[in-house]
């Protein structure tokens, strides 16, 4: 095949997508929606309560992109499907799909609440789940897509801060990853996820402001620090961008050498 030197140049272009992402309310989505905006993409964010998003919208806007908020409990599959409605008819399709919406709660395990367990598995993972399963049809029909989960190293290995729910609602996000990866391969729609290690956002910081705690947590990052949102950026343009059209059913580390040993 002739090398294609403007093909290769546009590849990380983004304009003339739109890409929605749950959970925009938060630190690393909001990040998330402007990097992709940077790139070209129009960008759809949701959450819960729709005066949260503001911050990531006018975000967006500023950088010249269209930009909407739309409320969704990504638990809720009637949610998830009001969600999908209003997107295709404000834009017409969903070419990128970026789930962010999740929680963390920490406990022994001998004394976690299972009410607490269940309330991280019903956002992480079935939120995860309809999201896709709901954006998936759209892609299907467009025959194109890139869908973005958010796992992180806790699905990789287990960590003594009282992970029980966390960590196996984000190895249940890898298995999915590559479930829908290999199903849908067929339709064109590339499935991958992107898992950090613990980053800076206001839900970390009690964490990572407890020296004792922080100190566990450095000790396992070769690189030496946590991880801040703009590092989740550049991954999300690669794995959103036609740079990575060859690429599905992977789980992309970015966790500072965290699992490298």
Known sequence: M???????????????????IT??????????AAGLAVYGADVVVTGRTLSTLEK???????????????????????????MVEKVKEAFGKI?????????????????????DWQQVMDINV??????CKHVGKVMKEQGYGKIITISSVRGFAGHPGGYAAYGPSKAAIDGLTKQLAAEWAKYNINVNAIAPTIFWTPLTQQVLEDEKLKQIFMSRIPLGRAAVTEDMVGASVYLASAAAD???????????????G
């Open 56 to 82: 990531a919208v006018q975000g967006v806007a500023q950088l010249g992109r269209k930009a909407l908020a739309v409320t969704c409990d990504v638990s809720k599959e009637d949610d998830v499907i009001k």
């Open 95 to 115: 070419d990128i799909l970026v789930t962010v919406a999740g929680i963390a709660k920490r406990s022994p395990a001998e004394d976690f609440p299972i009410d």
């Open 23 to 32: 959970g925009g309310a938060g630190a690393l989505g909001e990040s998330i």
């Open 246 to 260: 060859f690429i599905t059913g992977q789980i992309l580390y970015v966790d500072g050498g965290c699992t490298a």
């Open 126 to 131: 079935r939120g995860t789940f309809l999201s």
């Open 2 to 20: 002739e090398f294609n030197a403007a093909k290769i140049k546009n590849m990380f272009n983004l304009e003339g997508k739109v890409a929605l």
